[in-house]
């Protein structure tokens, strides 16, 4: 079992930047790949960035690229996702998930899901 807490949403405007951390326990973290997944009102929950176990591999949904930059500390068992030059159609539920599988772009893909961290960017 993989417990997965979220945290470091809040509310910012537009062109600002968050950086969300993930904290996990459980089995061993490097095992894993690590995902961001969001959800914005009345959407389907979507991909938004994956990290391999070793951290060396990272693959990111186009909306976000060049913008977000997911990063892991194995040691500290936590994944980040930096978040620059927000914009309102970020505003969304950002999950973190632990999975097995690569390329990790599929929900189906993760075993294990936080409870979420509201994401609000205002214009």
């Known amino acids: 079992q993989v417990q997965l807490v979220e945290s470091g949403g809040g509310l910012v405007q537009a062109g600002g930047s968050l950086r969300l951390s993930c904290a996990a326990s459980?089995?061993?973290?490097?095992?894993?790949?690590m995902g961001w997944f969001r959800q914005a009102p009345g959407k389907e929950r979507e991909f938004v960035a994956v990290i391999r176990g070793s951290g060396g591999t990272t693959t990111y949904a186009d909306s976000v690229k060049g913008r977000f930059t997911i990063s892991r500390d194995n040691a500290k068992y936590t994944v980040y996702l930096q978040m620059n030059s927000l914009n309102p159609e970020d505003t969304a539920v950002y999950f973190c998930a632990a999975g097995s599988t690569w390329p990790g772009i599929s929900q189906r893909e993760y075993a294990y899901w936080g409870q979420g961290t509201q994401v609000t960017v205002s214009s």
């Open positions: 459980g089995r061993t973290f490097s095992s894993y790949v």
